[in-house]
């Protein structure tokens, strides 16, 4: 089935699935199961997010390698497919550009979030990355969150070793909260930043498309 055919179905049944996202050829759009497979192929390659030995660098992230981290990757994906309400919502995007699967970009809210705030994370494949077009998924994310679904607070972490990722968040303008030791004993350095940073930061001529289905869900 055509791709954007299936994430019309699945639009009905999950309205995060009609989002989209794009700025001068940069998509971000709900991942069908054959772009989860791409990024899995991504994910279970030996270094193909961060270079060998480094997988600490990304919180939560699992130490396997080949089928075991795909599948371990793909589950969790496939646990993202939830029906949004105002208390959770999660959106997962597939990160195409020039028509080609390289990242995964997540806004979400959950149970224990303030009202107005998103959680903001992203990831590209190791050898798209140092060209800029992490910081432009980041700020396309925000147009999202500030922008239709009028978010007031955006939040991220990273591993404090985790260099490239803090970087693009200050690049969009977060700013460090605190620091914490997660469950896997690596420093997390927090951040937010606000709309009135964001905007300063913000990218020119951002398209946002399908977003009245989920705010409908989110505010009901």
Request: charged share 25%.
């Amino acid at each position: 089935m055509d791709a954007d055919l299936l994430r019309a179905d699945l639009a009905a049944l999950y309205p995060q699935y009609g989002l989209r996202v794009a700025h001068q050829g940069t998509v971000l759009l709900a991942p069908t199961d054959e772009e989860l497979l791409e990024l899995a192929d991504i994910v279970a390659e030996p270094g193909g997010i961060v270079a060998p030995g480094r997988v600490g660098e990304l919180l939560g992230w699992p130490e396997d390698e080949g089928a075991a981290a795909a599948r371990r990757f793909l589950e969790w994906a496939w646990r993202l497919r939830e029906a949004p309400t105002p208390a959770r919502w999660r959106a997962p995007m597939a990160v195409l550009d020039g028509g080609r699967v390289l990242g995964l970009a997540t806004l979400a809210h959950e149970l224990d979030d303030p009202a107005g705030t998103a959680r903001t994370a992203s990831w590209l494949a190791r050898a798209e990355q140092g060209r800029g077009l992490g910081r432009r998924v980041r700020l396309m994310l925000l147009e999202l969150a500030f922008g239709p679904l009028g978010m007031t607070r955006a939040v991220t972490a990273a591993a404090e070793g985790n260099e490239a990722s803090r970087a693009v968040s200050a690049a969009c303008g977060y700013r460090e909260t605190h620091r914490a030791t997660g469950s896997d004993g690596v420093l997390e350095v927090h951040a937010a930043v606000t709309v009135a940073a964001w905007r300063k930061k913000r990218l020119r001529d951002v398209d946002v498309e399908g977003v009245d289905a989920l705010l409908a869900a989110i505010r009901s």
